[in-house]
């Protein structure tokens, strides 16, 4: 999801008080990050995320005017972790689960004022799951949760054209399906039987959220620019009170159902323009995105597969006009399947699949 444009025009003067004060935002908005974590495969995968850079769609989005966003997220998680050590015998055994995700963001922007303006987020789903040696796929298709948020920025955008500082307050409403059914045969000869699909690929989380978000950028020299963009949802509700399994025989009163977890995602890099073509900007950065195992608020009981991904994620944006295409891919460097509360309390460590690659696309539009 993307929590605001951070894309400005190059034009330079900026104070270096407010520099500081941009970076004493950054820094507070990264460590509210924990250390556990949400991000690839069996971890929920919901966010696209978008990165700012010089010249890109033209500046600051004008008072009265409309901006509409597709986005697009795509990953094939099959690498199994518990902690940050890589379960290599699920392949030697062939039975590694592989999650599938196509994630669909559609995002409408209005500018109200110079500095305010309202948003409208809708995520469509794709999604399969399977183990390698399982003769069954389970599939997932429908709409995400909706978030309606507002964004301010700290300071006048025609004072500061070369740095500002963005915040956004959002409400996460559960509009998507959290109880997705399959009907599967597990092996050959049975009857068919229905089950929800594991909550990894359900469209919805179950539950309501708060979405915080901060965007930045500090212009550097005459060409790059720096830029953040981090954001965090808090779910104070516990579980989705559907049973993951009820066709088992016995249930665990500590993770019968799923956990509705905190996620977030924070960016950070550099873009460049390539003079030599007009409206190109070339953008790299780290990417770190994750599940935490503890909640900022409410309890943490539920099954949930916490962990965390950092990425280095290279890519371009191409303004013309008044459209913006832009496309980036996130490499995997560190991943890490951490305890959740349940784990913790029976003495377990459950493992998680990620993906080595995660691919993101948007199309922006103006009017």
Request: with cysteine.
């Amino acid at each position: 999801m993307r929590y605001g444009t951070g894309v400005h025009t190059r034009q330079h003067g900026a104070g270096s008080f407010q520099f500081l004060s941009s970076f004493g935002v950054l820094l507070f908005a990264f460590l509210l990050a924990p250390s556990g974590a949400r991000a690839q495969g069996c971890i929920v995968a919901r966010s696209t995320g978008s990165v700012g850079g010089p010249e890109s769609e033209g500046g600051y989005l004008q008072a009265g005017h409309w901006e509409l966003e597709l986005d697009y997220r795509h990953q094939f998680s099959f690498r199994h972790y518990v902690g940050d050590v890589e379960q290599t015998y699920r392949f030697e055994l062939g039975n590694q689960v592989e999650n599938k995700i196509n994630l669909e963001n559609m995002q409408v922007t209005y500018q109200l004022t110079p500095r305010w303006s309202f948003f409208a987020n809708v995520p469509v789903l794709f999604a399969s799951r399977r183990a390698n040696d399982a003769i069954f796929t389970y599939h997932s298709a429908g709409i995400g949760d909706t978030i309606l948020g507002a964004q301010r920025w700290m300071w006048d955008p025609e004072k500061n054209p070369s740095h500002n500082i963005q915040i956004t307050a959002g409400l996460q409403i559960p509009t998507g399906d959290d109880n997705v059914q399959n009907a599967v045969i597990k092996n050959v000869g049975d009857s068919p039987v229905t089950v929800p699909v594991d909550y990894s690929i359900q469209p919805g989380t179950g539950g309501w959220g708060l979405v915080l978000g901060v965007v930045s950028f500090q212009n550097l020299g005459k060409t790059a620019q720096f830029y953040f963009n981090g954001g965090y949802i808090i779910t104070p509700q516990n579980t989705t009170g559907k049973l993951r399994n009820p066709t088992a025989t016995s249930q665990d009163p500590l993770t019968q159902y799923a956990s509705i977890s905190d996620e977030y995602l924070v960016q950070t890099g550099l873009a460049y323009p390539i003079s030599s073509v007009k409206g190109l900007t070339l953008t790299f950065g780290p990417r770190f995105e994750g599940v935490p195992a503890h909640d900022l608020i409410g309890k943490d009981l539920g099954f949930r597969r916490p962990g965390f991904a950092l990425s280095l994620e290279p890519g371009f944006q191409y303004t013309r006009w008044k459209s913006m295409l832009a496309f980036s891919v996130g490499r995997a460097l560190w991943r890490a399947r951490v305890k959740s509360v349940p784990d913790i309390m029976e003495g377990k460590h459950g493992d998680a699949a990620f993906a080595d690659w995660v691919w993101l696309a948007s199309l922006t539009h103006r009017f």
